[in-house]
């Protein structure tokens, strides 16, 4: 290491003899928590199932989920590579990058948050952990790569030049190799998310991106134009790949290849990427997953995407060799890291295949034991890309417009049809094939000619599974990622199942069937997320037919205020003032 810095035994980082710390942190309480958490952990791998089940807000799931993962894990990183992370926080990225076997140095300016980023990769003999400022950093080598996740936004509060942004992506050039990529992820200022009502993610406050308050004591964010003309200015040339919901947590990445292919619809994509506002849950101005329909059909996704990542280099070709052929990712979220999936599209030469491979290949299991069989869990080879529009998209459009139940119940029919003409009648009651586990809405296309085409047949069961089950499932997922529609909000989700049932299959669901799907639904799900749920199917069932991820439509938050104005006047203290109100308004008049 550079002898300016000396080793801290105690702490596990290289720090100067003098030196002046970041004013940045979580707060002393949570990164007391996170130090502990990650002492007392004998897994502190990217994969710790430890470290997962010590999350308990959005600051532990920041710095302790492996989604965070997702962002980088297209890159083409050798064991023989080098990596400056500048920014490095508390190692969430540290330690996937170190896993690589490259040789990593991750740069921190809190001591604290230095030290948790040591403990985390205390087991990697090729990580070293500097703490010092980015722009007081004094350092010989040159890199591979330069990563800014999550810091480029940061800038004006720790470098003093005339622009800061510009000045941070020079000093991140100035670590750089001949052939080396820069790195570089952050929020969108124009996302979507944003002008639908979620909170800046710095300070907190609807609309304060969008509305262009950021001043020189705060952090900042750019549009994509924007962006662009600081990387021109430090003399980058630049690739920009689009995460989703945002690179946070991402569960898609888009490339701009993806944005222009004629065969590639990269909206059914999203029909499930929800953002999140992490200061808290937003009413939603409205349903984003059928926005972007438009937003993409204009060409507009690259100045709304939520967030950025962007490759950087002074040479184009290096670019290149990361994205190579593929033009879109998308991740399982939430399963165990047995069943953890990358799902990569790729383009040959008129063709676009699709290939499934674990994130984690030393953790796979192909089936697990439940009590009623075996639970097979498939990665097939390549298959081809199918032409059509996603059957879901159909329930959406139609809830969108407000519709009634009877237009949800011709939507139905053809689905429900299809899975009727493969029951199997037996002693047990009406089975279906066992691969037909997952023979849900999402996962069909409505061909160029009309019919409905299977696809994504992940999972299969040894033995036949109920009809009830597939079919109360298959409504109850396709509902909660669907706008709300007046007429069924008013209704749980039995009581649309129950309607829609009746009318296309002409029988009555009883409340064994029930029963049956949410047993059947409960144990799968504990199989595949390694853990039971906090909510029952049951609950799902007996909730509110409204979407998951779309938000209160305005008649239901006017609803909701009444409610609330009624209560208010029924209350003892509203009554006993009433007199008091009618002076004041004596008065007034």
């Not at 140095?105 to 500097?130: K, M």
Request: net charge negative; with cysteine; glycine share 4%.
């Amino acid at each position: 290491m550079n002898p300016h810095y000396i080793f801290d035994k105690e702490r596990r980082i290289w720090i100067k003899p003098i030196l002046a710390p970041i004013a940045y942190n979580d707060g002393d309480e949570f990164e007391e928590y996170l130090a502990q958490v990650i002492r007392d952990a004998s897994d502190v791998s990217s994969s710790s199932s430890e470290l997962l089940s010590a999350i308990r807000d959005w600051p532990s799931e920041y710095h302790l989920s492996p989604v965070r993962h997702n962002l980088l894990s297209f890159c083409r990183i050798r064991a023989n590579q080098s990596i400056l992370e500048l920014g490095c926080g508390c190692g969430a990225i540290t330690r996937f990058l170190g896993e690589t076997g490259a040789q990593v140095v991750g740069v921190e300016g809190s001591p604290r948050r230095a030290s948790i980023a040591a403990e985390r990769c205390r087991d990697l003999s090729n990580v070293r952990i500097l703490c010092d400022n980015i722009t007081n950093l004094e350092l010989q080598e040159k890199f591979d790569f330069v990563t800014l996740v999550g810091v480029l936004e940061y800038a004006r509060l720790f470098v003093e030049a005339e622009d800061p942004i510009v000045r941070c992506l020079q000093i991140a050039k100035s670590f750089l190799n001949e052939n080396g990529v820069l790195i570089l992820a952050m929020e969108n200022q124009l996302g979507l998310k944003y002008f639908s009502g979620a909170t800046e993610d710095h300070v907190g406050i609807p609309y304060f991106g969008v509305h262009d308050l950021y001043t020189q004591q705060t952090a900042v964010t750019f549009g994509k134009k924007e962006l662009k003309d600081k990387l021109d200015a430090a003399e980058f040339v630049a690739e920009f790949i689009y995460p989703f919901p945002d690179y946070k947590l991402p569960s898609v990445l888009l490339t701009s290849k993806s944005l222009v292919h004629d065969r590639f619809r990269p909206c059914d994509l999203l029909h499930r990427a929800a953002s999140r506002d992490y200061a808290g849950e937003y009413p939603r101005a409205f349903h984003e997953q059928l926005a972007w329909r438009a937003i993409v059909r204009n060409g507009m996704l690259p100045d709304m995407a939520n967030s950025f990542l962007v490759l950087a280099s002074t040479n184009k070709n290096r670019l290149e060799e990361h994205t190579g052929d593929w033009i879109a990712r998308t991740f399982t979220l939430g399963r165990s890291h047995s069943f953890s999936i990358e799902t990569i599209f790729t383009t040959s030469e008129r063709k676009i295949l699709v290939t499934k491979n674990p994130l984690r290949p030393s953790l796979v299991r192909d089936s697990i034991e439940m009590k009623n069989g075996k639970l097979f869990h498939e990665i097939v080879d390549a298959a081809e890309y199918v032409e059509g529009d996603l059957y879901i998209v159909e329930l959406q459009l139609l809830l969108g417009r407000d519709c009634e139940l009877d237009a949800v119940k011709q939507w139905a029919a053809d689905w429900i049809y299809l899975l009727s003409n493969n029951v199997i009648s037996s002693a047990q009651g009406e089975l279906l094939p066992g691969d037909f586990l997952d023979a849900t809405p999402e996962n069909y296309i409505r061909s160029v000619t009309g019919e409905l085409v299977r696809i994504d047949k992940e999972w299969r069961f040894s033995n036949p599974i109920p009809f009830v089950w597939v079919l109360i499932r298959g409504l109850v997922n396709a509902i909660s990622v669907s706008p709300t529609s007046s007429s069924l909000a008013k209704l749980s989700q039995k009581q649309v199942i129950d309607r829609v049932v009746a009318d296309v299959c002409k029988r009555d669901l009883t409340e064994q069937d029930y029963l049956i799907a949410a047993d059947w639904e409960d144990t799968l799900r504990a199989s595949i997320f390694g853990e039971p749920c906090q909510y029952s199917f049951n609950d799902s069932l007996n909730a509110p037919a409204v979407s998951g991820i779309s938000g209160p439509t305005f008649a239901m938050i006017i609803e909701k205020h009444e409610k609330e104005v009624a209560r208010i006047k029924s209350t003892p203290s509203w009554r006993i003032t009433a007199p008091l109100r009618a002076l004041v308004n004596y008065l007034k008049r």
